[in-house]
């Protein structure tokens, strides 16, 4: 039985290093670690990292796509462990419109490769 994807947005594997502090309920800024994107959309990333994140934990995140570095702030969805490293949905809360647009373009980018790879194991 095929699983029934309930995302509103398609995430296209993709894997970019990236920075993220934790903020409180405050807004104030604690731990600063570093990770990667496991894949990505236009409204969120799946992202690894060594550190567990508990959900619903708020982050500012800077991630690079190419040449271009996109600060945002998310929250996490969910979060879990992930052979011996923690794998958590975030959801975007705060990104530009020059972020989001590139989030696009790079999404689009990836769908079109992937289309691009499936024609040609036909």
Do not use: W
């Not at 994807?5 to 409180?24: A, G, M, P, T, W």
């Not at 990505?40 to 690079?64: A, F, H, M, W």
């Amino acid at each position: 039985m095929k699983k029934r994807e309930q995302r509103k947005f398609i995430r296209y594997d993709s894997l970019h290093l990236l920075d993220y502090l934790v903020l409180d309920e405050e807004g104030r800024t604690g731990q600063y670690s570093m990770g990667r994107t496991i894949d990505v959309s236009i409204d969120g990333i799946k992202l690894e990292t060594i550190y567990p994140l508990q959900p619903n934990t708020r982050l500012l995140i800077t991630v690079g796509l190419e040449d271009d570095l996109i600060d945002l702030e998310g929250r996490t969805t969910h979060a879990a462990p992930c052979d011996g490293r923690f794998v958590s949905g975030v959801t975007f809360l705060k990104i530009t419109k020059e972020g989001r647009r590139i989030f696009a373009k790079y999404t689009e980018a990836f769908r079109k490769r992937k289309l691009e790879l499936e024609k040609d194991e036909e």
